[in-house]
């Protein structure tokens, strides 16, 4: 089996796999300025796409803007989720160098689509392919590709529950709300491995969600109003769960309103379908109308928005109205990119906030709500494939830690961008 690596090595973001020349993973975008893309825009056979985030689903419509209309497999969620993003795209980038495709090519994803539940096994350019949860968002799937002589399995981005400490000490899960961390380990000669977080220990999920819960539920008694800046996707549901658990009110303003609604359809690919319903009719969903958003900052609720890292979205109408009293609050909820707003504001108390330098006096905390698997999961799930290659992507020290798996024993390694690896089932030491 051939792999080439067209982007998301030694790196995150822009992940692009092509298997054998015939079969792609992924196909996404890193969100810089100007955005990135794949180092090439192939021609395959079949593409077959991991879950629904940008770094791994932002340029597949791009696949389709010639005559080639390859099959697109996915979950439902992950095909639901690649339109809202690619619209998404469009609205903010559309006609630009920044958007590699148009509303045409868009179209053309849904008339090429295929959908597939997990551990249901599908033909895709010559190979079987097999989904699994991965834990990560709704639908995030690990994909197992053999070509008839090697089973590659390719993580995409997953997460694990945390097993640590006493589970009757809270009502808090071991992992995240809205999905259940990945238990599948089938069968594999090669894994391609994500390593986002392999030098970071998540701190126990109940503690964190425990922690935010009682710092927004006391800023609430004081008076004051939480921003919550958070991710569309997965994050907005976790918060909405989380907000739901412990009965602080709450608004829900952004894209994660329509990623929410699409959700909702889809109960199987959520840990609690009950609680998720409940956690919607909990939130007060933001229509954004006759100053609605100016009113709701003097009201002592939690509000969910996008963006995650206050480039942009609703957040942008939020954080002017309640910057300058600090009773007020800003819990961030998810890494903070360097050179964001959001990674601005951590570290110097102020933020660019539509073009404007704005000191913030509300008090700014950050949580680690990751849907990633940390270190000890990272190598917790490796363990079951002790005997087989490793090959690392999808992260900043993709080599170092390649590096720190061969000196405890495993066949590992890191391909760089642009490379071609040849796998088999022979080629672990």
Not at 1 to 7: A, D, K, P
Not at 171 to 184: D, E, F, I, K
Not at 416 to 420: A, F, P
């Given at each position: ?7 998301g ?44 985030h ?11 803007s ?17 339109l ?44 079987e ?56 380990r ?5 894994v ?28 609430l008694?004081?008076?004051?109003t ?58 007060r969903?933001?229509?954004?109308r006759?100053?609605?958003r ?8 939690a ?43 951590l ?61 405890d024993g ?5 391909p ?5 690896v ?8």
């Open positions: 089996m051939e792999l080439r690596f067209l982007g090595a030694r790196e995150v973001g822009r992940s692009a796999i092509l298997v054998n020349d015939a079969l792609l993973l992924d196909f996404g975008m890193l969100t810089a300025n100007p955005p990135q893309f794949p180092v090439e825009t192939p021609t395959p056979e079949a593409v077959v796409v991991s879950h629904g940008l770094d791994h689903v932002g340029a597949v419509p791009a696949l389709l010639g005559d080639a209309r390859p099959p697109i497999h996915w979950t439902p969620p992950t095909y639901e989720l690649t809202t993003l690619a619209q998404d795209t469009l609205n903010l980038h559309g006609g630009t160098m920044q958007c590699p495709f148009t509303e045409t090519d868009v179209q053309r994803v849904t008339q090429v689509s295929q959908t597939h539940g997990y551990r249901e096994t599908f033909e895709a350019a010559g190979h392919v097999t989904f699994y949860n991965a834990g990560h968002i709704p639908g995030s799937a690990h994909v197992l590709v053999d070509d008839g002589e090697t089973r590659l399995l390719y993580t995409g981005d997953f997460h694990v529950d945390d097993h640590r400490g006493d589970a009757a000490e809270t009502t808090s899960p071991r992992g995240q709300r809205l999905v259940s961390g990945t238990t599948a089938p069968d594999a000669d090669v391609l491995c994500e390593s986002t977080y392999s030098d970071v220990e998540h701190d126990d999920r109940a503690v964190v969600e425990e922690r935010f819960a009682e710092s927004v539920q006391t800023t008694w004081e008076g004051g939480v921003v919550v800046p958070a991710f569309a996707i997965g994050r907005t549901q976790e918060l909405m769960l989380v907000c739901d658990a412990h009965d602080i009110p709450c608004y829900v303003d952004g894209m994660g309103k329509r990623v929410t609604e699409m959700l909702r359809q889809y109960p199987d690919f959520v840990r609690d379908a009950d609680a998720f319903r409940r956690a919607i009719s909990h939130a969903f933001v229509t954004g006759n100053g609605q100016k009113r709701i900052t003097d009201q002592k609720a509000i969910i928005t996008t963006s995650g890292m206050l480039s942009g979205g609703p957040a942008m109408t939020y954080i002017p109205e309640i910057r300058a009293n600090p009773m007020n609050k800003i819990a961030m909820t998810g890494y903070q990119v360097e050179g964001t707003p959001g990674r601005d504001l570290e110097t108390g102020s933020a660019e906030i539509d073009g404007r330098r704005m000191p913030i006096s509300a008090r700014v905390e950050q949580y680690d709500f990751s849907a990633h698997a940390d270190r000890d999961g990272i190598l917790g799930f490796l363990a079951s494939y002790r005997d087989d290659e490793v090959l690392i992507n999808h992260g900043d020290r993709c080599e170092a830690f390649a590096e720190e798996l061969r000196s495993f066949d590992a390694t890191a760089e961008r642009g490379d071609t040849s796998v088999s089932p022979h080629s672990a030491s």
